[in-house]
């Protein structure tokens, strides 16, 4: 059973580009939950998918963000118009049920803006 | 708003020490509380679940133990070994935003020296 998995790995982008960030969660796991590290702070939850449904987006920045968790294939993270403060790792976790705090993270999207 | 702080930062001890890694947090009300590993350009791997009633768990090595009242958490190695160099990072949740939107610190880097 693989585990969750993100690609790509590392992404460089320049400034005013946008990032895509995929993420394809454990079989059989429907929740999905994206996280972002910024250097050195701890990471901080952005948004909360089900199949096809965004649940809670409290942590995502109100612009260039979104993220779609399609009926179909993996779940997005899109970043319009990237700025250098948008450099992070961004980690994906997915769940196979709701609120049981047993989440399985990824490796993690490093993302570099230039 | 909920602030986890983890102390030290970092931690390097000769092997076979055992060792505590602290970390606390501002608003007691938590759901649960988790210890996670990350090794560098990894992903997170759960270590240890304390639900808000309990006062403990164990794994191995690995004791952690939860003061809600007093907003802090101890998580306890026994015996360390090289392998277990790594960030140790403590998250909570709420139970107004759920078990699994968790609220992290920013790590302790702990180093063991063979």
């Known amino acids: 059973n693989a585990g969750v998995m993100q690609n790509p790995r590392h992404l460089v982008r320049r400034r005013g580009q946008e990032a895509r960030l995929r993420c394809s969660p454990m079989k059989g796991h429907s929740h999905v939950y994206w996280y972002r590290q910024l250097p050195e702070e701890g990471l901080k939850f952005m948004v909360y998918l089900q199949k096809e449904n965004i649940i809670d987006e409290s942590g995502m920045p109100k612009e260039r963000f979104s993220a779609e968790f399609p009926k179909e294939g993996p779940s997005i993270l899109r970043i319009q118009q990237v700025v250098r403060g948008d450099s992070a790792a961004y980690f994906c976790a997915s769940s196979p049920r709701r609120n049981t705090g047993e989440l399985f993270f990824g490796e993690g999207s490093r993302l570099t803006v230039l | ?114």
């Open chain 2, 1 to 114: 708003k909920q602030e986890v702080t983890q102390i030290p930062a970092a931690l390097s001890v000769p092997e076979g020490e055992n060792l505590v890694l602290n970390c606390s947090f501002t608003d007691s009300a938590i759901y649960n509380l988790q210890w996670f590993r990350q090794d560098p350009g990894k992903g997170l791997t759960s270590l240890l679940l304390i639900q808000s009633s309990q006062r403990e768990q164990t794994s191995g090595r690995l004791n952690a133990s939860l003061d809600k009242s007093s907003g802090r958490s101890t998580l306890y190695i026994a015996a360390s070994q090289p392998g277990d160099s790594a960030t140790y990072l403590c998250a909570v949740s709420m139970a107004q935003t759920g078990a699994n939107n968790l609220f992290f610190g920013t790590g302790t880097r702990l180093t063991v020296i063979p």
